[in-house]
């Protein structure tokens, strides 16, 4: 199964759609991104889609409705969780200025402060 996000305005994704391998591939048996494309645009009559993978192969991460395409660096890039976050450019994901705490505890991101707070667990 093949996967494709619908792109709209500000190349905001729209919804993520399936389509059968099958409808993807050219006369020689070799899946085409643009056949894929051609397929959903009769389909649907919306021009504008993206594949995206589930293992990331392509394009960084799996679209998902709210992600942003960024056509510079091929890549689907979630909304952007707090305004203090960077983005990873080689992941193309939002990562708090602090590392994550690495001591096997549960923390919540606290924007006000820009550091992680202790979920207390007692």
Same mark, same amino acid.
């Given at each position: 199964?093949?996967? #494709?996000?619908?792109?709209?305005?500000? @190349?905001?994704?729209?919804?993520?759609? *399936?389509?059968?391998?099958?409808? $993807?591939?050219?006369? @020689?048996?070799?899946?085409?991104?643009?056949?894929?494309?051609?397929?959903?645009?009769?389909?649907?009559?919306? *021009?504008?889609?993206?594949?995206t993978s589930y @293992?990331g192969n392509i394009?960084?991460?799996?679209?998902?409705?709210? #992600?942003?395409?960024?056509?510079?660096?091929?890549?689907?890039?979630?909304?952007?969780? #707090?305004?203090?976050?960077? $983005? @990873?450019?080689?992941?193309?994901?939002?990562?708090?200025?602090?590392?994550?705490?690495?001591?096997?505890?549960?923390?919540?991101?606290?924007?006000?402060?820009? *550091?992680?707070?202790?979920?207390?667990? *007692?």
């Amino acid at each position: 199964m093949a996967h #494709f996000a619908k792109i709209g305005l500000n @190349n905001k994704v729209i919804s993520v759609h *399936s389509v059968h391998d099958n409808e $993807l591939k050219d006369s @020689n048996g070799v899946e085409q991104e643009n056949i894929g494309i051609d397929f959903l645009t009769k389909l649907t009559g919306w *021009s504008i889609w993206v594949q995206t993978s589930y @293992n990331g192969n392509i394009r960084k991460n799996f679209a998902g409705k709210g #992600f942003t395409y960024d056509e510079d660096r091929d890549a689907f890039i979630p909304k952007k969780p #707090f305004n203090s976050w960077i $983005l @990873n450019e080689e992941t193309c994901l939002w990562e708090a200025p602090i590392a994550y705490p690495d001591d096997g505890k549960i923390y919540l991101w606290n924007e006000e402060t820009t *550091s992680w707070d202790l979920v207390d667990n *007692s």
